[in-house]
C-alpha cells in the first residue's frame, strides 16, 4: 500500500495557529504545543491510513472526512491524489455547508 500525500489548506494552517495562540492567552503558550503536536501526527497517519477518518456526518459526502481526536476535529478532503486537511475545529463545532459546495470532488474517471 502506497503513501498518500497530506497537505494542509491555509485554512487548517490557521486553525492550528489560533489553538496555540489561545493558549499563549490563557497565559500556558506550552501547554498548546502539545494537542498541536499530537494533531500532527494524526494527520502524518492519514499518509498511511487515509480511510480511516469517518464521513463528516453534516455532509455525508464520501471525500470528505474527519477524524476526531477529543476536544478537536480534523476535517481532510481525500481524493486518488492525497489528503488535503482544511479545518482542525472543536468537536462541538459543526462545519460550515461552503466548505463541502466548494471542495472539489474526487474524479470519477
Given at each position: 500500500?502506497r503513501?498518500?500525500?497530506?497537505?494542509?489548506?491555509?485554512?487548517?494552517?490557521?486553525d492550528?495557529?489560533?489553538?496555540?495562540?489561545?493558549?499563549?492567552?490563557?497565559?500556558?503558550?506550552?501547554?498548546g504545543?502539545?494537542?498541536?503536536?499530537?494533531?500532527?501526527?494524526?494527520?502524518?497517519?492519514?499518509s498511511?491510513?487515509?480511510?480511516?477518518?469517518?464521513?463528516?456526518?453534516?455532509?455525508?459526502?464520501?471525500?470528505?472526512?474527519?477524524?476526531?481526536?477529543?476536544?478537536?476535529?480534523i476535517?481532510?478532503?481525500?481524493?486518488h491524489?492525497?489528503?488535503?486537511?482544511?479545518?482542525?475545529?472543536?468537536?462541538e463545532?459543526?462545519m460550515?455547508?461552503?466548505?463541502?459546495?466548494?471542495?472539489?470532488?474526487?474524479?470519477?474517471?
Open positions: 500500500m503513501s498518500l500525500r497530506v497537505d494542509l489548506a491555509q485554512s487548517a494552517r490557521a492550528l495557529a489560533d489553538i496555540m495562540e489561545w493558549y499563549a492567552s490563557q497565559g500556558v503558550p506550552e501547554v504545543a502539545r494537542p498541536v503536536r499530537e494533531i500532527a501526527g494524526r494527520i502524518r497517519q492519514l498511511a491510513f487515509p480511510d480511516s477518518g469517518r464521513v463528516v456526518p453534516e455532509f455525508e459526502t464520501p471525500w470528505l472526512r474527519e477524524v476526531v481526536w477529543p476536544p478537536f476535529r476535517v481532510y478532503r481525500r481524493d491524489d492525497g489528503i488535503i486537511v482544511v479545518r482542525v475545529w472543536r468537536s463545532r459543526l460550515d455547508p461552503e466548505l463541502a459546495e466548494n471542495a472539489p470532488q474526487e474524479d470519477a474517471t
